[in-house]
């Protein structure tokens, strides 16, 4: 049986109460292993600075390259940082699975989610669906890495902060196209979120406030042959919302991945089965 992993939470919300209540997790504040699930990214450079080997719930894309790389090695401390969201886990299993297959010309991956309360009005489901957008590009780059990097493992051109790795996320600009629509009382009954990465990688969000299944995740691939469609529903485990439970596992296993790691590190990714070094954060 493992031993449950000590670990320091940084944030509050219903994540951090299920990561208290979690048997493969301890917390206490003087952990070496923090989960920080703030929406404050400036806090990880100190604690990365400070020997603090940190899992962070923000995405990647709007974080700091250079001064975490910078701060992770003044403290030889890991950086491992898994989104925190759902979408992380659709979006390593597309890549593995587009890796496998050369001659896919685009990929679309559609979340079908429904979510009780999304907003007061229009208005603030906008914005809320518009804060969300970072993790959703974390996982158009996911999958264009996997789909589109005809050379393994993207390399990159620069250092740090200006790293920019070869293939369809070094040239094209993430754009971001939110629609909500509304009963005749002007309650929100749903808000569709498409991030694109150029013209071949397309990530869209449906949240709902009912659904056929909580969590439901649709690959499309197009290749010269024709359209292939995969589907994949998640339901509630142990009355959790299946959303909650994805991002809980992910920042779980990250924490195992860390807890075992040498110091020194900077780390993005948990792949299928090994954790890969993000080639953007350097030495």
């Not at 593995?96 to 009780?116: C, D, G, K, N, Y």
């Not at 740090?160 to 005749?184: I, N, Q």
């Not at 056929?212 to 292939?228: C, E, I, K």
Request: proline share 7%.
């Amino acid at each position: 049986m493992t031993s449950p992993i000590p670990v320091a939470v940084l944030g509050t919300g219903p994540l951090a109460d299920r990561i208290a209540a979690h048997p493969g997790l301890v917390v206490t504040e003087h952990s070496p292993v923090v989960l920080h699930l703030s929406p404050d990214p400036a806090e990880l450079t100190a604690l990365l600075g400070a020997g603090r080997n940190v899992v962070t719930a923000l995405p990647l894309h709007d974080l700091s390259l250079a001064e975490l790389a910078e701060a992770c090695r003044a403290g030889a401390a890991t950086l491992h940082a898994t989104g925190g969201h759902q979408s992380a886990v659709a979006a390593r299993l597309t890549r593995s699975l587009a890796a496998a297959t050369r001659e896919i010309t685009r990929i679309e991956l559609i979340e079908e989610i429904v979510v009780p309360e999304l907003g007061a009005d229009a208005d603030s489901a906008r914005t809320a669906a518009e804060a969300a957008a970072g993790y959703y590009i974390d996982g158009l780059r996911t999958l264009a890495d996997g789909a589109f990097a005809r050379h393994g493992t993207p390399t990159p051109a620069g250092t740090g902060e200006h790293a920019t790795p070869t293939g369809e996320r070094a040239t094209a600009t993430p754009t971001v196209t939110v629609a909500v629509t509304t009963d005749g009382s002007g309650a929100v009954e749903r808000v569709t979120a498409d991030h694109a990465l150029g013209d071949r990688v397309h990530y869209r969000s449906v949240r709902s406030r009912s659904g056929a299944v909580p969590l439901r995740y649709r690959l499309v691939s197009t290749t010269a042959a024709g359209t292939g469609t995969a589907t994949v529903d998640f339901h509630p485990v142990d009355g959790v919302p299946p959303a909650e439970h994805l991002a809980l596992v992910e920042l779980l296993n990250a924490a195992r991945a860390i807890d075992a790691s040498p110091p020194g590190i900077a780390l993005r990714d948990l792949a299928i089965t090994y954790l890969a070094r993000d080639d953007r954060l350097v030495r």
